[in-house]
């Protein structure tokens, strides 16, 4: 990464951007180019599994998998809005030598039942550059309030959902 730095540097680029966050009303200052950079990499060795909604953990050798209890797909194919379900393949495939396949599953689940909540109250959102506060807010609520899990539960989930849109965030840049 030091080396990467220097080169930004050296070719004049800056190393840091500041851009409206997805939850805050504040900028936020973050380095995109690593983002970027891995992005187009990933999208570059992974390309025919950037088009499947069914990723098999087999396919990435980095990934932790517990050998008791092994998961053998992530399914994607639940998320309907086809942005969002893009999205959160490439995020998905970013963190794979990060987190291990189980964790990865939790992530997903918790999109879904973002997924499914912002399919029924607001048709119109398609990816997370649509997603705004105040649906993350009426989401909690809804969480909180109508949904019957317990507080550790719906805690867990809103903190899996705000794991990944914030990946998303950065993967996609100062567009979102």
Not at 104 to 116: D, G
């Amino acid at each position: 990464m030091t080396k990467y730095k220097s080169y930004l540097l050296l070719k004049g680029k800056p190393l840091f951007y500041e851009h409206d966050h997805f939850l805050k009303e504040e900028k936020t200052i973050y380095m995109p180019h690593g983002y970027y950079f891995l992005r187009r990499f990933l999208r570059f060795v992974y390309k025919e599994k950037i088009d499947e909604d069914i990723l098999y953990t087999e396919d990435f050798p980095d990934m932790y998998n517990n050998p008791t209890n092994p998961i053998k797909y992530l399914n994607l194919s639940n998320i309907k809005q086809k942005g969002l379900r893009n999205e959160m393949k490439e995020a998905i495939i970013f963190l794979t030598s990060y987190n291990a396949a189980s964790t990865l599953k939790s992530y997903i689940n918790s999109v879904n039942r973002f997924s499914k909540y912002i399919r029924n109250k607001f048709p119109e959102i398609d990816s997370c550059a649509d997603i705004k506060k105040k649906h993350i807010s009426e989401y909690v609520l809804y969480m909180k309030i109508e949904s019957g899990y317990k507080a550790r539960t719906y805690c867990s989930m809103i903190n899996d959902l705000k794991r990944m849109l914030t990946e998303i965030s950065m993967i996609y840049g100062s567009g979102r």
